[in-house]
């Protein structure tokens, strides 16, 4: 088994995508001209949409003010505005305005699509995927066929855990389309990381970083977001120059991007690159204070010898929990927070356990998994790691909690094969866990 005190102290990284998923450029993708973008994939010019956004948001105010009769897209079309603009600053009350000017829009007309995809939005930013999903098949009883819809409901179903079905949809939904796209791109990326393909996933990735950074109107906050995605994986496969240099790249599209700056300092924590780890963390947490982002600030903190710094900061990690997650969004991230540091290890238990009701991906199965073991929960822990693992996906710190569980049970010979697995995929993949399974790697 593997000491306790050798597990607490440092953050691990989150699941992929736990914050990104609502910044997912294809439900904006609609504004995009793909036919062109496909027509030849060279960066186009970034415009600043986002210094406008303000303004945009308050012309879309005050025409639905009017309250004029029978319109339907204004509401949908500041949906739109709200959601950009919590892409952008994350600030969760733009998305309930987003969901009740989407659902006022379909209150206008019950069949209007863009009101209905607005919604579902809405809804899947707020993690109630069943009920975005229940939206997206309303929509398609009147657009039957719709590759659009397809692509979002492959997207949902990813996060419930429904891998086979999204593979369907999205196969459905490029056989409706007559150019390459964005949209089934990026989702299909997805499905092949998670489903243990990381290299095809990188290579599709790419192809739609490429289509996406060549319209002209694409948002720069979507445009950047494919680099902090690229990133990502550039990471999982090891490749940690590539990666850094992607998030640079997303910040140089779009300078205050948090997702960007969290991920950034994500890849520097685990490269004990301390001060540059506390410098991205503490940019990106005074745009939007996640439990993730702020637990790298304490470590680098603490790394740094600024132990009343790092106090200041786990205490408001708690503040948060308190009363900044009201829309229980981050409870993924805060059972990964608590688990991993050794603290209110039966919260951090109940909350994996209550959010595998919400979302069954491998990754809600592997902070389950994690945040059992650390309560003492053994037998459940085997059990939610083999779910994890059901693809075998190439996740360093998958790899390594499965290890970890293993060699609790005495699987030396399974202890061993994930380990170096992890390891072989990303030697830095963790500032503790890469050196901590490299120590148990030696005396198996």
């Given amino acids: 088994m ?45 415009v600043a949409d986002y210094l406008h956004r303000d303004k945009q948001v308050a012309f879309w105010e005050s025409v639905v003010a009017r309250h004029n009769r029978g319109d339907m897209l204004s509401p949908s079309q500041l949906s739109n505005q709200y959601l950009q603009r919590y892409r952008e600053r994350g600030d969760i009350d ?14 206008v007309l019950r069949d209007y699509l863009p009101g209905e995809m607005e919604l579902s939005a809405a809804l899947l930013t707020l993690h109630r995927f069943h009920a975005a999903l229940g939206v997206l098949h309303e929509a398609e009883r009147t657009d039957a066929g719709d590759p659009g819809i397809a692509v979002r409901e492959a997207s949902l179903d990813l996060e419930i855990g429904r891998y086979g079905e999204a593979e369907r949809l999205l196969a459905r939904a490029a056989a409706g389309r007559t150019v390459d796209s964005i949209e089934v791109d ?23 970083e490429r289509l996406q950074n060549s319209a002209f109107d ?6 950047a977001w494919f680099f902090v995605r690229e990133g990502e994986m550039s990471f999982e496969a090891g490749d940690i120059e590539t990666a850094l240099a992607d998030e640079r790249e997303a910040l140089t599209l779009f300078p205050t991007y948090a997702e960007a700056s969290r991920t ?25 204070p996640y ?21 200041r900061t786990v205490d408001l990690i708690g503040t948060i929990e308190r009363i900044g997650n009201t829309q229980h969004v981050s409870d993924r991230l805060l059972a990964i927070y608590y688990s991993e540091h050794g603290l209110r290890l039966d919260a951090a238990y109940r909350i994996a356990e209550n959010e595998l009701r919400i979302r069954d991906d491998i990754y809600t199965e592997d902070t389950l998994a994690w945040a059992a073991a650390m309560d003492g929960r ?46 072989a995929l990303n030697p830095r993949f963790h500032p503790s866990y890469a050196d901590e399974a490299r120590v148990q790697l030696a005396r198996l």
């Fill in 2 to 46: 593997i000491p306790r005190l050798r597990l607490l102290g440092i953050a691990v990284p989150a699941a992929i995508a736990l914050v990104a998923i609502a910044a997912w450029p294809m439900f904006v993708a609609r504004g995009v001209n793909e036919v062109q973008a496909s027509a030849g994939p060279t960066m186009a010019p970034v």
């Fill in 94 to 107: 733009d998305v309930l305005r987003a969901k009740h000017q989407a659902e006022r829009s379909v209150h």
């Fill in 186 to 208: 990026t989702v299909r990326s997805r499905l092949l990381e998670e489903t243990g393909r990381l290299a095809a996933a990188r290579t599709l990735l790419e192809r739609a």
């Fill in 218 to 223: 694409a948002p720069a906050q979507a445009r």
């Fill in 264 to 288: 950034l300092a994500r890849f520097e924590c685990a490269i004990h690159a301390w001060q540059d780890c506390y410098a991205d963390a503490k940019r990106s947490a005074e745009i939007v």
């Fill in 291 to 311: 439990p993730e982002t702020l637990g790298y600030e304490a470590d680098a903190q603490r790394a740094l010898g600024d132990t009343a710094g790092a106090a």
């Fill in 378 to 423: 053994w037998d459940e822990a085997r059990v939610a790691i083999r779910k994890a693992l059901v693809f075998d996906t190439e996740d360093s710190r998958l790899q390594y909690h499965a290890g970890a569980i293993a060699l609790h049970f005495g699987d030396r010979a399974a202890a061993k094969r994930r380990f170096a697995r992890a390891l």
